[in-house]
């Protein structure tokens, strides 16, 4: 049947938000007797629980679909009227109140009936209570609530009173089996979107964050979605992108996710400014409400005009922090109170995780371009430090020669004191002279190795303490993983060097990622009779997987101006060239990054 107008006036809590507890209904909730005298038709209902098309269309098909289940987990012979609404939790009526009607009774318009719609604004539970006037009937009505913290809409009965124990059975079972069918798509919905999402960006911050913004959206069924940027050492946010709904779109004349405002907002001023500032979540149920507004401490709102213009009433706001700084906000908008509860949340903050590496990443490589081209502005200079470094050391060479001729000549000037003071005095030059050369030319010359056997396992327990010294262990969890007996022969100190090069790595990056829980590094190590294997690990941003090949070489960085480029170059020198081993790395964006060094257990 086609679908009806919905009520005139639309409840307060609209969306549902899927419990952790959500339970299926079965036959064991009926006994034998029920079962009997409802006379469900389980094949229709197995054949319409399978039917996704209509479930996710919205419109006539979705209502049609609803009224073909009710009809099929009751008895028709012993009701004279069902029917419901439905609020879509997506897709193109998410939010809108659909009336569907299985069968109808002659005389009374649902619609309309001020009953019903106070039940629907105000109630929570089933209830099974006498039909207007009629003594006879009886009027069962259950919210559509199963697995959901508040009611995404509500199925209705009017049936003969000596049966309506029965059918208000029928009606919870019907009524639970389409809630969790909505459940299945909305859920289904949110999986999707975020697979579809891109886990790390090969395009611009804008295009990037347009992209993210719209899966976000879809994922969550609401009206829009918006991303500001927060530039570094500036005050003021800036739209970089924006997603609409279809709907809101086409009534409003504005592309689906291109941005035709610009909403500059000051940190501190309004939802959005006073989420930047505290970097706290913020969750909204009804903007329009001032009283709410107040008792949550909260500044007016930034844009009260579009607030209005869009009927935007439910706001999540989350920040996007990085190093303890803040990047940048995303926040989704609904169009009626109490529209984003946990599970909400929680999707919220799994797409601003990847904004939050997405953005990390592309001024990661910003600022590489910029190191680039400081070194290419410096490399003469770095060419001419070197030319210094060659130079001293033939002018040492020189200098050597020139202070021996000078001790030969004082020797000779014994009989001649008027000659030795002058000479003894450049000799004195010359030495330090000699001196400052060798200092500065040996600063540059390669440390020798020095191979002992090592206990590996305290090597990384040293490691271990090295980093707990720059590091509260109530934030970073620091672990050793490693047999007592494990041993190698290498250069301990270098080694040394090499490890904490990479932890030191692990531990900036796991620093700067405020929102990330459990953060931790591990330390492990396994032998085999010819090699031994150290793993480093940790749960930070990983790395992109375009970066994977080059954080080895020198002068790449990802730290900006913190960072020069040499610490892990100078790893992969030691393990390799020094300890005749191998060094690699494994990384998932977002989620870890694995170093791995593995070297002979006994020098050749």
Not at 9 to 16: E, I, Y
Not at 337 to 353: C, K, N, T, V
Not at 513 to 532: G, Q
Request: glycine content about 6%; some cysteine; hydrophobic content about 40%.
């Amino acid at each position: 049947m086609a679908s009806k107008a919905p009520p005139t006036t639309c409840p307060q809590n609209l969306a549902g938000v899927v419990c952790k507890d959500a339970r299926l209904p079965g036959r064991n909730l009926l006994s034998s007797c029920d079962r009997q005298m409802m006379r469900m038709d389980y094949a229709t209902i197995s054949n319409l629980l399978n039917d996704e098309r209509r479930q996710i269309a919205g419109g006539a098909d979705l209502t049609e679909w609803a009224s073909a289940l009710m009809s099929a987990c009751m008895n028709s012979e012993e009701y004279f009227a069902l029917g419901g609404v439905i609020v879509p939790q997506f897709g193109r009526d998410e939010g809108r109140p659909l009336m569907f009607e299985a069968k109808s009774l002659s005389g009374w318009e649902p619609a309309t009936d001020e009953t019903l719609e106070n039940l629907w604004r105000t109630k929570r539970n089933p209830s099974c209570e006498p039909f207007q006037n009629e003594t006879s009937k009886q009027f069962v009505f259950q919210p559509i609530s199963h697995g959901f913290i508040v009611p995404i809409g509500y199925t209705y009965a009017v049936c003969d009173k000596d049966c309506a124990e029965v059918q208000a059975k029928a009606l919870r079972l019907g009524t639970d089996l389409l809630a969790l069918s909505l459940i299945r798509h909305k859920l289904t919905n949110v999986f999707h979107n975020l697979t579809l999402a891109p886990a790390q960006p090969d395009i611009s911050l804008s295009d990037y964050a347009k992209s993210v913004a719209s899966h976000c959206r879809a994922a969550l069924g609401v009206n829009a979605v918006i991303v500001w940027e927060l530039p570094a050492n500036d005050t003021t946010l800036r739209t970089v992108a924006t997603a609409f709904d279809p709907a809101t779109a086409k009534k409003h004349h504005l592309p689906e996710t291109q941005p035709q405002f610009q909403i500059a907002i000051t940190i501190g001023k309004g939802f959005i400014g006073r989420a930047a500032e505290t970097k706290e979540e913020i969750t909204i149920s009804d903007a329009t409400d001032e009283s709410l507004i107040k008792a949550m401490m909260l500044p007016p709102p930034e844009q009260p005009g579009l607030l209005r213009q869009f009927e935007w009433r439910s706001i999540l706001i989350t920040p996007l922090v990085l190093r303890e700084k803040t990047i940048g906000v995303i926040a989704s908008y609904g169009v009626r109170p109490g529209a984003f509860g946990e599970l909400d949340q929680m999707i919220h903050r799994a797409f601003s995780e990847r904004l939050t590496s997405a953005f990390a990443n592309i001024y990661r490589i910003s600022e590489l371009t910029e190191l680039e081209q400081r070194l290419q502005k410096e490399a003469p200079a770095i060419e001419a430090g070197w030319e210094a470094i060659s130079v001293a050391h033939d002018l040492r060479d020189d200098l050597w020669v020139a202070s021996s001729g000078l001790r030969a000549a004082i020797d000779l000037a014994k009989t001649y004191p008027v000659m030795r003071k002058p000479l003894e005095t450049a000799a004195r030059n010359v030495k330090a002279a000699h001196d400052k050369t060798s200092l500065l030319t040996r600063s540059s010359a390669n440390k020798q190795p020095y191979f002992s056997i090592t206990d590996v396992h305290q090597l990384l327990q040293r490691c271990r303490k090295d980093l707990t010294l720059f590091t509260n262990p109530e934030d970073i969890t620091v672990t050793v993983q490693c047999a007592e007996t494990v041993d190698a022969e290498i250069d301990d100190e270098l080694m040394r060097r090499a490890l904490n090069n990479v932890l030191s790595n692990a531990l900036y990056f796991l620093k700067g990622m405020t929102h990330r829980p459990n953060k931790a590094i591990k330390l492990s190590a396994t032998a085999t009779d010819e090699t031994v294997t150290i793993v480093c690990e940790d749960n930070g941003p990983g790395i992109a997987e375009e970066n994977l090949s080059e954080i080895f070489k020198f002068y790449y960085t990802t730290k900006g101006d913190k960072g020069l480029g040499f610490g892990l170059a100078i790893t992969k020198n030691i393990v390799e060239n020094i300890h005749d081993g191998q060094l690699s790395v494994a990384s998932q964006w977002g989620q870890w990054t694995k170093f791995r060094i593995t070297v002979p257990h006994k020098r050749r």
